[in-house]
Each structure stands twice: as C-alpha cells, then as structure tokens.
C-alpha cells in the first residue's frame, strides 16, 4: 500500500472513529496526505469528537483518550426522552445505580457511592454532609450532555474522584425548545431553554419541572409516594478580546417528595422492612454557581484559568409532628489550571486547588452536635500527555495536604496505541484516595450513629487494560476492558459491644474489585442504530460479596429514525443481576444479608415530527410491569405511560 493511501485510510478512521460522538462537542483536524515521494499533497478534514475530564489542561480528542470513557450525548438523550439522568446512566459500562426516595447512588466499578465524583457544568455538587451526590436530584436538561470517566482519577481531581468522575454538561444552546408531558400516576414534566449567540458571546437560560403522584413502595403497602422537582439554571461567557473569556453558570435545585420508614418495632412481624410511614417526607435545596476567567498567551499554547465555584445544599425530613431531621453542608473551592503546548504533541498542565467544606447539623431535638464543623484541602497537581500519531500517553501526580489527615500523593499512568487503523490498544494504572466524610467522622444523631474522628482516609490501586475495535466496511464498533481494583482502609459500618451502636472503622483486610466492560455501537442500515452495554463484576469486601452491586448488568438500545428526521422509535432494555443488600430484620440491629432477585425493564418510546417546529411523543416505561427491589424491601415503579408535545423554535 502506498503511503499516500495509507494515510488517507488512516485520515478516514480517526475521522470517523466513534461515530455516534458525532452531536457531541468537536474541533476540526486536518489530515495531511502525501505519496510516497512527499509531493503530492493534500488534505482531508471533517470533526473529531473531543471529551473534556479527561484531563485538566483541556478538551481532548476521543481517539487520543488513554482511560475509559463513555458518553452520552443530547441526541441520546433526546431520543431516549431521558428525565431523570441516573435512568440513563444504567446504559453506561461499569454502572450500577440503586435508588428509593430521597436517595439515588451511583457505583463505578464497584466502589461506593461516595467514591464517584459528579460535576454539574464544572461544578462539584456533592453533599458535604454525606460525601456523595443525590444523582436522583439531576433532571436532564434540554440540549444536555454526559461524560464518564472509569477508574481511580485522584491524580487529577483529588479525593472525591476515587472510583472515577461523572460530568453532567447542559451544554450551549441557542434558540428557544420546550416540552410539556402527563401521563399515569398523575405525571406531570415540563421543560424549557432560552439560548442566543453572538460573534462573542453566549448565554442560556434553562427550567425543568418535574411532579407525580408516585406509587406505594412497601411491600403490601397503599400509600403512594409522590415526587417534585425544580430546576433553574443559567450559564452565559462573553469574549473580552481574542485572548482574555469571562464565564459564569448558576444553577437551583428543589427537590421535594414522601418517603416510608422501616419498621422499627421489634415485636413486630414486619420488623426492619419498609412500611407505610404517613406524613413523612422530604425537602432538599441546592444553590450551585461559578465564576471563571480564561486567558490565552503565546498564541494559544499556554493558557491560564482561574475559576471560583460554591455549593450550598440543605436536606431536611418531616414526620407527623414537624420536622425529624436536618443538615446544612457548604462548599467553596478555588482553582488555577495552567496549560502549555509544545510542538502539538506534547503538553504539560499544572493545577492547584484550594478547597473548604463547612457542615452543620440541623438537629431540631439538640440530640447531636449542631455547631458547624469544616475541612480544607490544597491540591496540587501536574499532567504530562503526548499525542502521536499512533501512540498516544498521560501521567498525572497530585500532592493532597489535608488539614485533618495526613497529606497523601496519588498518581495515574495510562497510554494507548494504533495497532492499525482500525484496532486501539488501552492500559493504565493509578492510585486513589478518600477523605472520611463529615458524617463518618462526627456522626449524625447521638445514640444512634456515632462518629470515628479517628478515621484514616481510604486507598485504592487499579489497572486495566482494553481494546477499541472498528471493522472495515462496515459501522460496528466494539470496546472491552478489564479493570482490577484493590482498596485498603475500606471505610464501613460496625456495631462494637455492648451497646451495638453504628460506628464506622477502617477494614484491615483488602477490598477487591475486577470486571469486564463491554460495549458496542453497530448502525444497522440508514435509520436504525443499535447501542449495548455489558458489565461483569466480582466485588468482596473481607471475602464477601459486596452489597448493591450486581455481578451482571447489561442494556440494548435499539433506535429507527425516520427519513428526512420525521420520527424516531426507541425501544430499551435494561437488565440488573441479583445482588446483595442489607437487611436489619435481628432485633439486636446488627444488618443480615439479603438476596435482591434480578430484574429486567423494558422501555419504549417514539416521536413524531408535526410540523418543522412541533412534534408529538410518548413513551411507556417498564413495559412489562416488572416488580423489582433496588433496595432491600423498598418496592420500584411498576408499568406508567407518558405522552407530550415539544416545540422547537
């Protein structure tokens, strides 16, 4: 083969490589081509999506990625009419998502749930409190995106990323689109975006609302447990020169809804198990902004941002007779990144962090410590990557000093290389760390949960290795990987005699997580496309199965669009293998392991286009009625039925 052609073929792959990314954010190459005596030359250019958390120092182009990364992008979105954003995130390798009222966890390969780092348009939105995210609070916006990075990413992002990252990015938008839909168990959404652009500037202005009626979710239970959800966000960035941008979003969550309680009255025969629980519910209040400067020097090869961000979140419960429970937990954190290219290849990136967390118990009974408590970490961190023609590499170190805990340094190896144009090989390696959490550490309610000021943060090894698989003459791509994870000073829950009240303590022994993920993206045909996910996991915590975390996850996406985009028809299924979970049924309350029987769900849903700027959908979800537990005696949605309209302008 002559170079000439060899080029081109590989111009061709790395333009195409991925091609569902194709609606997600992209930058423009140009491929140079050349015979074989250097004189003929000419190009080939086209888009090549780019991911941004993969590094710190900028987007990066997916066929360069050394990790493992997923996304999903708006026309994913769209087309799966996705509201509630941990639903979508079943579709993504490596995992698992648990939900009841008030609380959805999400776990990466394994870790918990407090170990996966969620951003929301840059913005770190976990709870201080709890050291985790409530992803059931995240309603998917208009024209929104979603990245997922797998593996321990502590190098790059500090303690909260030691099972990997989520970003959310509610992307730009200009125009004005919005839906409005109802359906079964007294449903009620609606959603609308504002966006404009001009030669140098921006802005978007976005409102979702969420509401329904719910359904019993006890055993045997009547009452039903209903939901609502407010979500106000804006973001806007204006161009003060060709070097010097300003940016800015804002975001306001309300999220309000009932919940049941457990049974805790020992001579009962439904004792430890979910129960109609009247007039108890939730109230959670998140307020998130951030301000950012970017300023490019030296024709743009080194760039500087500096960046400001708050995060302030209230959750509160109520019973009969007022409000139960209350905890008030704030976050602000400071960020300088600094990023030099040299020569296109190479590229060095600093960061540095300043980050405090500040948390309050709102207790209404004076029965636990109510003063506020606070945290501050520094994080310093630098990256190296190349990026070759056909052999890409990262290394990434960051040095932690932490006010409560001894400093720790983590580091994160990866490279990946072009075996040809159609076969990518994947490895790396890296460290972890978690911070123990307010709750861990001071407790919630005195007598029954209390703190270990004692802790020692948590610690992680894991290495993978994968493969990116195109075929010639054909649009089927496939990727695998196998990932295995050690973590030490694993953080859990015992109950020491005599008196058996919770308290957390560091294991001894190793937890062990490995895995497989599998994925593949063939288009079959013109309009129909086919999306599939497949996760293996074996994790133990001390030798034993860990909880919430099934061995066998899988989904299939199955997509028809209608020529000249007159219509779309989705049809989704998703499978949860059974796991474990636990149950406190013993009267002495030390929690029994339960077996949770796997489950599949069967989503379907079509769209109409109307007119050129209205269209009508509908959409059925667990299609079958299927009865499920995600959490131990806590019953899940059974069939429901939507239909709407949306209007593009």
């Known amino acids: 083969m002559s170079t000439r052609s060899l080029l081109c073929s590989a111009a061709v792959a790395a333009l195409a490589w991925n091609a569902p990314a194709a609606a997600q954010e992209t930058q423009t190459r140009i491929a140079v081509i050349e015979d074989d005596d250097g004189s003929d030359v000419s190009t080939v250019s086209g888009a090549v999506p780019i991911v941004v958390i993969s590094s710190r120092g900028g987007p990066v182009d997916l066929s360069d990625n050394t990790g493992s990364l997923s996304f999903l992008d708006a026309e994913d979105l769209e087309q799966r009419q996705v509201r509630d954003v941990a639903d979508v995130l079943r579709d993504v390798p490596g995992i698992a998502v648990a939900s009841v009222a008030g609380q959805t966890q999400l776990r990466l390969r394994g870790s918990e749930a407090n170990h996966v780092l969620v951003l929301v348009d840059g913005i770190e939105v976990s709870d201080p409190f709890a050291g985790e995210f409530d992803v059931g609070t995240l309603q998917a916006e208009i024209g929104s995106r979603i990245e997922v990075l797998r593996g321990p990413q502590s190098a790059l992002y500090g303690s909260d990323a030691i099972g990997g990252v989520v970003a959310y990015d509610s992307g730009r938008f200009d125009g004005i689109s919005a839906f409005v839909e109802g359906g079964t168990n007294e449903t009620v959404n609606g959603a609308i975006r504002l966006g404009t652009t001009g030669e140098s500037w921006s802005g978007s202005f976005s409102a979702v609302a969420v509401s329904t009626g719910g359904e019993p979710n006890a055993r045997g239970g009547t009452r039903e447990i209903g939901r609502n959800g407010y979500t106000l966000s804006g973001k806007a960035e204006t161009e003060l020169s060709l070097e010097l941008s300003l940016r800015a979003s804002g975001r306001f969550v309300r999220t309000e809804g009932e919940f049941n309680d457990s049974d805790f009255d020992t001579t009962s025969p439904t004792f430890g198990f979910v129960i109609d629980s009247p007039d108890t519910r939730f109230e959670n209040e998140a307020i998130y902004a951030l301000v950012g400067a970017h300023l490019e020097t030296m024709r743009g090869d080194w760039t500087h941002d500096l960046s400001i961000q708050m995060a302030d979140i209230a959750r509160d419960t109520f019973g009969s007779f007022g409000r139960t429970s209350g905890s008030d937990g704030d976050r602000l954190k400071a960020s300088y990144v600094s990023g030099l290219r040299i020569k296109n290849a190479h590229s060095l990136t600093f960061a540095a962090d300043w980050e405090r967390e500040r948390f309050r118990n709102d207790d209404p009974f004076d029965s636990a410590f109510t003063g506020r408590r606070s945290i501050e970490n520094v994080g310093l961190a630098g990256e190296y990557r190349f990026d070759g023609r056909r052999f890409d590499a990262s290394a990434a170190i960051r040095h932690d000093i932490n006010d409560r805990f001894a400093d720790e340094t983590t580091f994160r190896l990866g490279t990946g290389y072009d075996l040809t144009i159609y076969t990518r090989l994947r490895a790396a390696f890296g460290t972890g760390m978690k911070n123990p959490g307010f709750f861990e550490l001071f407790g919630f309610f005195d007598g029954q949960f209390i703190g270990n000021e004692d802790l020692m943060p948590e610690k992680s090894e894991s290495w993978e290795l994968g493969v990116d698989q195109r075929f010639p003459d054909s649009d089927i791509s496939l990727s695998a990987t196998y990932f ?59 030798g034993v199965e860990e909880v919430r975390r099934p061995g066998n996850v899988a989904s299939a996406v199955l997509t028809w669009t209608a020529p000249g985009d007159a219509g779309s028809a989705t049809l989704v299924v998703r499978h949860n293998g059974a796991t474990d979970d636990v149950a406190f049924t013993d009267p002495s309350f030390i929690p029994v392991t339960a077996r949770l029987d796997a489950y599949t769900l069967v989503n379907f849903n079509a769209e109409a286009r109307l007119t050129g700027r209205f269209s009508v959908f509908g959409r059925v979800e667990n299609l079958f009625d299927e009865t499920y537990e995600q959490v131990f005696s806590f019953v899940s949605p059974g069939r429901s039925a939507i239909v709407g309209v949306r209007a593009d302008f």
């Not at 560091?506 to 994925?519: A, F, H, P, W």
Request: a negative charge; proline letters at 5%; charged letters at 20%.
């Open 484 to 542: 295995n994870s050690r973590l030490k000073d694993e953080i859990f829950t015992t109950f020491p005699a005599p008196f058996f009240i919770a308290t957390p303590a560091n294991r001894d022994t190793l937890s062990k997580q490995q895995g497989v993920e599998l994925s593949v993206h063939a288009q079959l045909g013109t309009q129909v496309s086919l999306d599939a996910a497949y996760t293996y996991l074996d994790a133990e915590e001390n």
